[in-house]
């Protein structure tokens, strides 16, 4: 285990850096402790709970707390222990019994073990989700049914989540009775090696006395069988109102367990941080607790190891959402630096465990000379060729080995060998309908715990790809359980239908994604919150010598509902031969003037900058078709069409290159505002596992493409009319496109729909971006592993493509290198453009006839220079100004 794991500062392995796998013995021994005096939800760092709304911790005993029929069980798995491979013994036991008020019992409900899930194939991550599993992989279940008898089952069932196969049962003429509130019984399971294969043996006994009450054996499991996660499970089954159990005292021992204490996952889940302007902010992410958990955290630092670390911030847990955000001011950021933020948890006996999550603040890379930007969309953690059961708290995916694609190891290893100096997350880092279970909206406390158990899936995948890192994250439609969002200035969406704009969810559930996600991120540009309260986070960041804008396009966004002569299903105009020009309808907004005015004086600052970036959810333009026929989708900045005209003008003012994500299909297009090619450039990030397939296949193939580029390259009108021009896209494959190397890779759901990662490459020396679309299975050592078009290196001055009416004589400096030079047109006083030229000369162009004001220099010095009344020149005059400084 890594030095930075979260562990209790006091465990030896944390402090020396070691990954236990113990040998046969007592050193892997299992005892729960669940503290008497302590209720919360959250059921402690040694667990997994499924869901986290499911279950709690009370009067020293775990409590499954979900009563409604349910198909998936619900299950907690032990993180810190597993079944190896090894040959040996296994014992298992817990107290066990009905909790009160629960309704008649029958046999299609339990209580009991879950062993052996997700095999000797799975991370045990993903194990940790397995609720049931066709196929392979699911374990076995040892139980004791709501009719008192002692039953294995199969978790590794045909097909249906809700059908578990009864492989033995006890005789019902034996001790066996109807369960019921007040009883106390202990199971005991044992495995032992018979021959080549292994015998179980399951019995229940009344805890207070002893007695037997029964006993059941299962005979000839295979060795695959008991390989994998241990779990206690609770099932309530068809019935309304059904049974909920208890659990304590859950022992854990025998040669064939393995210890792995660096698995533990809590208190502190994972924790974001930005560097901007000598600004540090670091948010920890915990879980729910309770009451009286203690609620501050605290945060320590230190610039070498043998240096003493020095407490440099204590905060409140800001609850609900759980998030401790630390900011520290006039940062030394010359420097690398150790970071350590420690919480005190609650433990038995009234006594408490200081538990640390480690890292590394880097120095500000703005010497560097090329800036390196990892960004990703599409969080999704599961396929979709898997059952599928609507309803707030039974929908759920078959987890089987082809469609587990949670914990994202593979994308995360290949991120982190391209070394990047940011990472930026686009959008749908919680996929709300399969991650793993569906969306439950209703009652407000479940849908915001429904969230955190989804959220927590992105921190336990990407926690260490972050804790030495700098991220921003951009939450979207799905982050705030939304198919599509039109947010509409904050409203509440009218007659809780998405597309009539605004937000189905309560303020207070948006608010908390928010912090969860972007609380990190540097002070809102303007802080003043939208209707209903709902928070803002658009901003400036400052790091590495580029400047970035991190925007939110969906927050002001109007609604379809404004487009009323069309028929419009799910943001897709459907309406045949429909003229998208009737679609940009007066009044309808895309950024907001808000955003548009930030990104304005975002444009014109240059201080500290070499190159500039936009951070967006998605594409500035309707990069999709249905059938070669050109779509029509409103929820993508394409629309409204006036919306982003004006603002990819105000992003083309500072030279700015587009990030973005969403659209699950990964693409470079050159954007045009009133011709092609005017604008910037964009990259639009593949998905981390693609959930919706997009295509790009237009029909008649791209003007002005370059020689040898495929036939959807070139310059196109988009389905609502917006100029692009195309230079690469990541289509998915079909299966019969499909090549033997790419039908052999597994998950083959996941691979074949072009699912990967972005990689940008700022050259601020050359002054030169290099854009890199990765699959997900490949790094940088697998150089011709980029999907086709891919890399491109562009300039870039070529993010303000517009053609000059005239030019500007040339500047001549002296005394300067590489100054910020903005033209401002005299005619209105309108800024034209503002950037950070490379060398000692520059001649600007202008796109009017008549004279200008420039200004030259370094943005924040007191030596600007200002040249007024400066006439364009043609284009074949070599007028010189020489500036002198």
Not at 49 to 56: E, G, P, S
């Amino acid at each position: 285990m890594s030095l930075r794991r979260m562990t209790p500062i006091a465990t030896l392995s944390g402090l020396l850096g070691l990954t236990i796998v113990a040998a046969a013995g007592a050193a892997q021994e299992f005892h729960s402790a669940w503290p008497e005096d302590a209720t919360r939800v959250w059921v402690g760092p040694e667990y997994w709970a499924n869901r986290l709304q499911d279950w709690r911790i009370a009067g020293g005993r775990l409590e499954c707390v979900e009563s409604r029929p349910t198909k998936p069980m619900r299950t907690v798995h032990l993180l810190t222990r597993c079944l190896g491979k090894r040959r040996g013994v296994l014992q298992m036991s817990v107290r066990t019994g009905v909790i009160e008020g629960a309704a008649p019992l029958s046999e299609q409900t339990w209580s009991g073990f879950l062993i052996g899930a997700g095999g000797q194939e799975l991370d045990y991550r993903a194990a940790a989700l397995v609720h049931h599993s066709p196929g392979r992989g699911g374990g076995l279940i040892a139980a004791i049914n709501g009719r008192g008898e002692l039953v294995f089952r199969d978790n590794t069932g045909p097909t249906r989540q809700d059908v578990f196969p009864l492989l033995t049962v006890q005789s019902r003429q034996g001790s066996a009775a109807p369960r019921r509130g007040g009883e106390d019984i202990e199971l005991r399971l044992e495995a032992a090696p018979t021959g080549s294969a292994y015998t179980l043996t399951l019995s229940a006994h009344d805890h207070a006395t002893s007695q037997l009450l029964g006993r059941v054996t299962l005979g000839d499991v295979e060795p695959q069988r008991l390989v994998g996660n241990v779990a206690l499970v609770s099932h309530v089954g068809p019935q309304q109102g059904g049974a909920r159990y208890w659990f304590r005292d859950w022992q854990v021992s025998g040669s064939k367990v393995e210890r792995h204490d660096e698995r533990r996952f809590g208190p502190i889940l994972c924790a974001q941080h930005t560097l901007s302007d000598g600004t540090l902010k670091i948010t920890a992410q915990l879980p729910p607790l309770g009451a009286d958990d203690t609620p501050t955290a605290r945060l320590d630092v230190r610039y070498s190891g043998d240096e003493p670390w020095q407490a440099v911030a204590s905060e409140k847990i800001v609850a609900p959402g759980w998030t401790v955000p630390f900011r520290v001011e006039k940062w030394d950021s010359s420097r690398d630096a150790q970071y350590r933020i420690i919480y005190s948890l609650r433990e038995p006996g009234g006594k408490a465990t200081d538990y640390q999550w480690r890292g590394r603040i880097r120095r500000d890379p703005v010497d560097k000379r090329t800036v390196v930007v990892a960004a990703f969309t599409g969080n999704s953690n599961c396929g979709t060729g898997a059952d599928r059961t609507r309803g707030a708290n039974t929908a759920a995916r078959r987890w089987t080995l082809d469609n587990i694609w949670f914990p994202h190891a593979d994308i995360v290893r290949h991120v982190k060998a391209h070394r990047p100096d940011l990472l930026v997350f686009t959008g749908d880092q919680v996929y709300n309908s399969n991650s793993p279970t569906a969306t439950e909206r209703t009652p407000e406390d479940k849908a915001q715990l429904d969230y955190l158990y989804k959220w927590y899936l992105w921190c336990w995948a990407y926690a260490d790809l972050v804790r030495d890192t700098p991220v921003v994250c951009l939450p979207d439609d799905h982050d705030v359980f939304h198919g599509n969002i039109w947010g509409w200035s904050g409203r509440k969406s009218p007659e809780g239908n998405q597309n009539n704009g605004g937000y189905l969810m309560s303020p207070e559930f948006v608010n908390i994604v928010e912090r969860t996600q972007t609380s990190h991120l540097p002070d809102p540009y303007d802080p003043t919150p939208v209707e209903q309260g709902i928070g803002v986070y658009y901003t400036a960041m400052n790091y590495g010598g580029i400047s970035f804008a991190v925007l939110e396009d969906r927050k002001f966004k109007s609604p379809p509902t404004l487009v009323q002569d069309a028929e419009i299903r799910d943001g897709h105009i459907m309406t045949p031969d429909y003229d998208p020009k009737n679609a940009d309808v007066p009044g309808a907004t895309l950024l907001g003037d808000r955003q548009l005015k930030f990104l304005r004086d975002w444009a014109a600052d240059w201080r500290g900058a070499s190159m500039k970036v936009a951070l967006s959810q998605t594409l500035f333009a309707n990069l999709q078709t249905r059938e070669g026929r050109l779509d029509k989708d409103l929820d993508s900045n394409a629309w409204p069409q006036w919306g982003r005209k004006r603002a990819l003008h105000e992003l083309r003012r500072g030279f700015a290159f587009m990030i973005c994500g969403d659209q699950h299909l990964g693409s470079i297009i050159h954007h045009g505002i009133d011709e092609w090619n005017e604008a910037g450039y964009s990259l639009c990030v593949p998905s981390i596992a693609n959930y919706y397939l997009r295509f790009w296949e237009p029909a008649e193939p791209g003007r002005n493409r370059k020689p040898g580029m495929p036939a959807y390259t070139g310059e196109f009108l988009d389905g609502l009319g917006n100029r692009i021009t195309v230079w690469a896209v990541a289509n998915p494959k079909r299966p019969q496109q499909l090549t033997d190397e790419e039908r052999a890779r597994r998950p083959l759901e996941l691979h074949r729909k072009a699912p990967g990662y972005g990689i940008v490459r700022l050259s601020k020396n050359e002054g030169t971006i290099t854009i890199e679309c990765w699959p997900r299975h490949a790094g940088p050592k697998d150089r011709k592993a980029q999907y086709p078009g891919w890399p491109l290196t562009i300039r870039m001055e070529d993010n303000y493509g517009r053609e000059p009416a005239a030019y500007l004589p040339t500047l001549k400096f002296s005394g300067i290198e590489n100054p910020v030079v903005q033209v401002i047109d005299e005619m209105d006083d309108d800024i034209v453009y503002t950037l950070r030229v490379r060398g000692t000369s520059f001649r600007p162009k202008v796109f009017r006839r008549g004279t200008y004001t420039v200004r030259i220099g370094e943005p924040g010095t007191p030596g600007m220079r200002i040249l007024n009344n400066v006439h364009t020149v043609r284009g074949d005059e070599k007028q010189v100004i020489s500036v002198r400084f």
